[in-house]
T-cell receptor, first 113, second 114 residues
């Protein structure tokens, strides 16, 4: 079955380190998204991509970057991790703009100490 | 900014119907109404969506007011597994670009009592 997977599921890192969270989907979806979820804020959009080599900033993009070199993967990089980036991160994919259903991964819990 | 208003929490008894309300008084003509839910420790999952007419699927029903300023997600028989946060989201599927992205509010936390 097609799926969307995130790795790692849990990570602890130190302040100032570069961290990359992986997201891989096997549906051949064009649209991919990264969200973070914190208590009291719900899910907030970090970055999104509508296709290979396309990336766009969401509402909370400062300190994060993404790259889309193929259809299947959208890795999220924290250039210099900060304690404020401790959160649960969710990746999602959708076939295209007209598609109703987005599929979410299981999440990555990141702790920055 | 979230364009929908939902109650923070609701309670239901197992095997009874649940009606989850959502107000969206500023909805535009091309906004679809989407519902997602998030079970504990999981990513959100799609539930249902609609534009003007009521919709049914295996998970739920969506009742949309005639003026489209409100909608109700209906779970016909709540189970313990339906305990989750339910998000009502407006999404403009007519155009490409950021208007079509899913923007989550805080949703309604549904508790189901045995």
């Amino acid at each position: 079955d097609a799926e969307i997977t995130q790795s790692p599921r849990h990570k602890i890192t130190e302040t100032g380190r570069q961290v990359t969270l992986a997201c891989h989907q096997t549906w051949n979806h064009n649209n991919m998204f990264w969200y973070r979820q914190d208590l009291g804020h719900g899910l907030r959009l970090i970055h999104y991509s509508y296709g290979v080599h396309d990336t766009n900033k969401g509402e909370v993009s400062d300190g994060y970057s993404v790259s889309r070199s193929n259809t299947e993967d959208l890795p999220l990089t924290l250039e210099s991790a900060a304690s404020s980036q401790t959160s649960v991160y969710f990746c999602a994919s959708r076939a295209g703009h007209l598609s109703a259903e987005a599929f979410f991964g299981q999440g990555t819990r990141l702790t920055v100490v | 900014d979230a364009k929908t208003t939902q109650p923070n929490s609701m309670e239901s008894n197992e095997e009874e119907p649940v009606h989850l309300p959502c107000n969206h008084s500023t909805i535009s003509g091309t906004d679809y109404i989407h519902w997602y839910r998030q079970l504990p420790s999981q990513g959100p999952e799609y539930v249902i969506h609609g534009l003007t007419s009521n919709v049914n699927n295996r998970m739920a029903s969506l009742a949309i007011a005639e003026d489209r300023k409100s909608s109700t997600l209906i779970l016909h028989r709540a189970t313990l597994r339906d305990a989750a946060v339910y998000y009502c989201i407006l999404r403009d599927s007519h155009y490409g670009g950021s208007q079509g992205n899913l923007i989550f509010g805080k949703g309604t936390k549904l508790s189901v009592k045995p």
